[in-house]
């Protein structure tokens, strides 16, 4: 029998329910199709009318968290990384908006692990500054199994939207931490809060798609020194 020579999929389908937030989220790292274990309501949610929603060729995004604001930056997250991405949340926002973002976050970073799989291959480090207007903002990205998330907005206000501020580096932190991926984010200028926050979110994901790309005549070859990136 002739090996197997098409490309792995890079996707990951997952479920996350816990007292605090109930979870949905099928992700594709290469923008296309999901896999075939996502949830059927997530796919029925495609298509509908939504202020984070999109579809195009080559990429099929739709976001509803309950948090307006953080349904904008997992778009922009998902768009520039080239990324198809589903997801849905119904979290406790009676209490606040922590736990949600939080955990949205986590679910995502999960995924995203499970789909990238090994790093054999791959670039591995990715760096990308992204300006909004008068904002700029700089995101440098390691593959690197060790989780680590140093993050430096320079917010003002005490929301944008819905959205507490303090939860955007947060929301940066558990994805990193859930990844397994070593993140630094610092936005350099800019005096509207929602331009420095997007631009960090666009910054990331350039960041994202470069290291996440496969390097031709690479194959097969672990990009450390050490020979590893496991633990």
């Not at 003002?156 to 955007?168: A, C, F, P, V, W």
């Amino acid at each position: 029998m002739a090996p197997d020579t098409s490309p792995q999929q890079r996707w990951a389908a997952l479920a996350r329910d816990t007292n605090e937030t109930k979870i949905q989220l099928s992700l594709n790292l290469d923008g296309g199709a999901f896999p075939p274990d996502t949830d059927s309501r997530l796919l029925s949610a495609i298509g509908a009318d939504g202020h984070a929603s999109q579809a195009s060729k080559s990429q099929t995004i739709n976001v509803n968290t309950g948090i307006g604001f953080l349904d904008h930056m997992l778009h922009a997250l998902a768009k520039h990384a080239g990324w198809s991405l589903v997801l849905a949340c119904k979290g406790d926002l009676h209490i606040d908006d922590h736990h949600t973002a939080e955990d949205v976050c986590l679910a995502l970073g999960y995924a995203f692990a499970r789909a990238l799989g090994s790093a054999t291959g791959l670039a591995r480090f990715g760096y990308a500054y992204a300006p909004l207007d008068e904002a700029l903002s700089r995101a440098v990205v390691d593959l690197s199994n060790r989780p680590y998330a140093v993050v430096d907005l320079g917010l003002r206000r005490e929301r944008i939207g819905d959205l507490s501020t303090e939860m955007l580096p947060h929301c940066l932190q558990s994805f990193a931490q859930a990844a397994r991926v070593t993140l630094h984010v610092d936005t350099l200028r800019g005096a509207n809060d929602h331009h420095r926050a997007e631009s960090a979110f666009k910054a990331l994901a350039v960041a994202l798609r470069q290291a996440t790309s496969k390097v031709a005549g690479r194959e097969g070859e672990v990009p450390s020194t050490k020979g590893t990136l496991s633990v």
